[in-house]
């Protein structure tokens, strides 16, 4: 078993996504599933149906009229919507998590991981016009690994954070010397147990392979990593603030040819997390 595997292990029997999140998975990968075929999935989750009931009522969507049954609130947010937004919440309840301390805060990944989310699906449908669903899906997940790291070795994660500074070698250079692994793998072969597309799954491996000059700014990695440089900018870091950041090549030309439509898009983020955060409680 490889290092990131022993972590995962070790993670699975404290916290995962949820079973129902690859169950999802599989219907919206499928052609022929129906929204009765997601409405008999979401029955099996309570917890997941007060939860969408309630985002689907709040003013984030801005609906006149009450929803109070699952099939309509399924038939308005739609297939990819409703598993992106199931998504997000596991994501949030694992970083309801204990394991915060002065040199980390669970709260700060969260808001990094859902800015990151929200930029990237901005990029995809603001600056390339694509659907933006699975752009999302990118930056929400981009950062799991760190979160396996934080609950399977807290010792060693702890290390790490208070090894992280401005002129150190970068976070994942320092995860390779502390855990043998990082969390771009880790995130990878998470992405790759749920189900998520082969798009997506690479992406999250290889959000950090800055010395790549072939990555295509439109491509699921080109916009992670754009987004991973825009929200670093705007102070939404994961772990600490004031850490190097930097891009491929050719997706720094691609902003510098483009900068005027990123300045706009890099002014009214900020917005956007907000309503996301009232929408999810935070």
Same mark, same amino acid.
């Given at each position: 078993?490889?290092?990131?595997?022993?972590?995962?292990?070790?993670?699975?029997?404290?916290?995962?996504?949820?079973?129902?999140?690859?169950?999802?998975?599989?219907?919206?990968?499928?052609?022929?599933?129906?929204?009765?075929?997601?409405?008999?999935?979401?029955?099996?989750?309570?917890?997941?149906?007060?939860?969408?009931?309630?985002?689907? $009522?709040?003013?984030?969507?801005?609906?006149?009229?009450?929803?109070?049954?699952?099939?309509? %609130?399924?038939?308005?947010?739609?297939?990819?919507?409703?598993?992106?937004?199931?998504?997000?919440?596991?994501?949030? $309840?694992?970083?309801?998590?204990?394991?915060?301390?002065?040199?980390?805060?669970?709260?700060?990944?969260?808001?990094?991981?859902?800015?990151?989310?929200?930029?990237?699906?901005?990029? %995809?449908?603001?600056?390339?016009?694509?659907?933006?669903?699975?752009?999302?899906?990118?930056?929400?997940?981009?950062?799991?690994?760190?979160?396996?790291?934080?609950?399977?070795?807290?010792?060693?994660?702890?290390?790490?954070?208070?090894?992280?500074?401005?002129?150190?070698?970068? @976070?994942?250079?320092?995860?390779?010397?502390?855990?043998?692994? *990082?969390?771009?793998?880790?995130?990878?072969?998470?992405?790759?147990?749920?189900?998520?597309?082969?798009?997506?799954?690479? %992406?999250?491996?290889?959000?950090?392979?800055?010395?790549?000059?072939?990555?295509?700014?439109? @491509?699921?990695?080109?916009?992670?990593?754009?987004?991973?440089?825009?929200?670093?900018?705007?102070?939404?870091?994961?772990?600490?603030?004031?850490?190097?950041?930097?891009?491929?090549?050719?997706? %720094?030309?691609?902003?510098?040819?483009?900068?005027?439509?990123?300045?706009?898009?890099?002014? *009214?983020?900020?917005?956007?997390?907000?309503?996301?955060? $009232?929408?999810?409680?935070?």
């Amino acid at each position: 078993m490889t290092p990131a595997e022993t972590l995962i292990e070790k993670f699975k029997k404290i916290r995962t996504l949820p079973h129902i999140i690859t169950r999802l998975v599989q219907l919206v990968n499928d052609e022929d599933a129906t929204l009765q075929d997601f409405e008999e999935v979401i029955r099996l989750d309570p917890a997941l149906v007060a939860r969408l009931l309630t985002l689907v $009522n709040s003013s984030y969507f801005g609906l006149t009229r009450k929803v109070d049954s699952i099939s309509r %609130a399924v038939a308005l947010l739609g297939m990819k919507n409703l598993h992106n937004i199931a998504v997000t919440d596991a994501v949030q $309840n694992m970083l309801r998590s204990p394991s915060g301390t002065i040199e980390f805060s669970p709260q700060r990944l969260w808001l990094h991981s859902a800015a990151s989310g929200i930029c990237c699906k901005m990029i %995809a449908e603001r600056i390339f016009t694509l659907n933006g669903d699975d752009a999302y899906l990118c930056g929400i997940l981009h950062d799991i690994g760190l979160i396996v790291a934080m609950e399977a070795d807290q010792e060693t994660f702890l290390r790490l954070i208070e090894q992280l500074t401005p002129d150190c070698p970068s @976070s994942v250079a320092l995860e390779q010397q502390l855990f043998q692994t *990082d969390h771009c793998e880790i995130g990878y072969i998470l992405a790759k147990e749920w189900r998520m597309s082969d798009s997506i799954a690479e %992406a999250i491996r290889d959000h950090h392979q800055v010395d790549d000059s072939d990555i295509a700014p439109h @491509s699921p990695t080109g916009i992670l990593q754009m987004s991973e440089y825009i929200i670093q900018q705007l102070h939404y870091p994961a772990i600490k603030d004031g850490l190097a950041s930097s891009l491929a090549p050719s997706l %720094a030309a691609h902003i510098q040819k483009n900068v005027e439509e990123y300045k706009v898009l890099a002014e *009214d983020l900020p917005e956007e997390l907000q309503k996301t955060n $009232n929408m999810y409680g935070n």
